[in-house]
């Protein structure tokens, strides 16, 4: 029972760098979501996908990019990493917006 | 602004010494309340989902109810496995389904349960 992959783990970048965070479900869900998770904020939205081929803002986007490459996968892209996007990023799915969504375990990003 | 509080922000007990969890939201038209249970250095687990006033779900040592204003998670006789940050979330006001897919979390409630 895989549920919802996320890779990496772990990564520790460096201030202007890039990095495609992934994302793969295997629930055969529509819908798709990016968090992010900081001590004292709570899980905030990134960005959702309600249905393959379509992609929306959430809570806070500035900094990212999204791609619903297929039904399966929803990667999350730092175009230029900054100090203030370190943090534990979780990947999410849900068979339908507005129903139970399931995690992923997370990728812990520092950038230093 | 739309809101979603839960209190206490931790909570300690012995093993066996019963208590409830609150989430209060402020959404206007809820159509669903969400419980998850996270585990350090996990993503959240689904546990409940509660849809109008008055409805009860149960899973082992926790029940969730739901009343116009808040949900409450009862945790009956817990044991050290039930330590764990538990988490609300409620869907935002706005068109069902369509492109209102995301979640207002709320910021959790650690549990402690000591042996």
């Known amino acids: 029972n895989a549920g919802v992959t996320q890779t990496p783990k772990f990564q520790v970048l460096k201030t202007g760098q890039s990095m495609t965070l992934q994302c793969a479900q295997d629930?055969?869900?529509?819908?798709m979501y990016w968090y992010r998770q900081d001590p004292g904020m709570g899980l905030r939205l990134i960005y959702y996908?309600?249905?393959?081929?379509?992609?929306d803002k959430g809570e806070v986007p500035n900094g990212y990019n999204v791609s619903r490459l297929n039904k399966r996968e929803f990667s999350l892209r730092l175009e230029s990493a900054a100090p203030s996007q370190t943090s534990v990023y979780f990947c999410?799915?849900?068979?339908?917006?507005?129903?139970?969504?399931?995690f992923g375990d997370g990728t812990r990003l520092s950038i230093l | 602004e739309d809101q979603v509080t839960q209190s206490p922000e931790a909570l300690r007990l012995q093993e066996g010494e019963s208590s409830s969890l609150n989430c209060s939201y402020t959404?206007?038209?809820?159509?669903?309340l969400f419980w998850y249970r996270q585990d350090p250095g996990k993503g959240p687990e689904f546990l409940f989902t509660?849809?109008?006033a008055g409805e009860e779900k149960e899973k082992e040592r926790l029940k969730a109810t739901l009343t116009k204003k808040e949900s409450f998670l009862h945790i009956t006789a817990p044991k050290p496995e039930d330590s764990a940050t538990y988490l609300c979330?409620?869907?935002?006001?706005?068109?069902?389904?369509?492109?209102?897919?995301?979640?207002?979390f709320g910021k959790g409630t650690k549990l402690s349960v000591k042996p």
């Open positions: 999410a799915s849900s068979v339908r917006s507005n129903q139970p969504q399931h």
């Open positions: 629930m055969n869900h529509n819908s």
């Open positions: 979330a409620v869907p935002p006001p706005g068109h069902y389904g369509g492109s209102q897919g995301n979640l207002i």
């Open positions: 996908s309600a249905s393959e081929g379509t992609t």
């Open positions: 509660l849809y109008s």
């Open positions: 959404v206007s038209g809820l159509r669903g």
